[in-house]
């Protein structure tokens, strides 16, 4: 397993493990895994650890050189999250599948690299977002048409444009980013 990034950010921040075990509440002895590359983090465990060295997980993600990584398991992988991405288009044109397909994925996959639950909840989290902004569009569609109608298209466009993007940047191994939102799945 290839060494996490923690270990640098903990020493830029000029902390022990066990300082850094204090104040995130994740014990110094998983700290000591994650950062030799023993164990996968849990994704609540690397967010409490980025939250108190005051990074984005993401960062903690990062990982030493990619010669170490076969280049077929980092091509596996890429795939992999982009059919998060993938799904998640795929169900816009079908109401609810596109929460429902990446969820699906996202259980079958998330155990297997913190990668793959990073990105699966980070697609489902924007996907319910968006589809809960989209039920009072349409309300309002149907009742005042000439606010609703730009409403229902700014969404339904925003969402498939995002996905869009955020496909071409998992396939391109850069970080995923959804703007506008909220945190379902932690």
Same mark, same amino acid.
């Given at each position: 397993m290839p060494i996490s990034k923690l270990a640098d950010y903990r020493r830029k921040k000029g902390l022990s493990q066990e300082q850094l075990a204090a104040m995130s509440g994740v014990s110094a002895r998983t700290i000591q895994r994650i950062e030799k590359g023993t164990v996968d983090a849990h994704g609540s465990t690397l967010k409490m650890l980025a939250d108190t060295l005051g990074v984005d997980t993401a960062l903690l993600l990062e990982q030493e050189p990619e010669e170490a990584v076969p280049a @077929?398991?980092?091509?596996?992988?890429?795939? @992999? @999250?982009?059919?998060?991405?993938?799904?998640?288009?795929?169900?816009?044109f079908l109401?609810?599948? +596109?929460?429902?397909?990446?969820?699906?994925?996202?259980?079958?996959?998330?155990?297997?690299?913190?990668?793959?639950?990073?990105?699966?909840?980070?697609?489902? +989290?924007?996907?319910? @977002?968006?589809?809960?902004?989209?039920?009072?569009?349409?309300?309002?569609?149907?009742?005042?048409?000439?606010?609703?109608?730009?409403?229902?298209l700014l969404i339904y466009f925003f969402t498939v444009a995002m996905s869009l993007v955020n496909l071409l940047r998992s396939l391109n191994r850069q970080p995923v980013r959804y703007p506008f939102t909220f945190t379902f799945l932690r």
């Open positions: @077929t398991a980092v091509a596996k992988k890429a795939k @992999t @999250t982009a059919i998060f991405h993938i799904l998640a288009l795929v169900g816009l109401p609810v599948l +596109n929460i429902i397909l990446p969820a699906i994925w996202w259980m079958l996959k998330k155990d297997e690299l913190p990668d793959y639950d990073r990105e699966g909840r980070q697609v489902i +989290n924007f996907q319910l @977002t968006m589809s809960l902004c989209f039920v009072p569009a349409v309300f309002l569609l149907i009742f005042y048409f000439p606010v609703g109608f730009p409403l229902v």
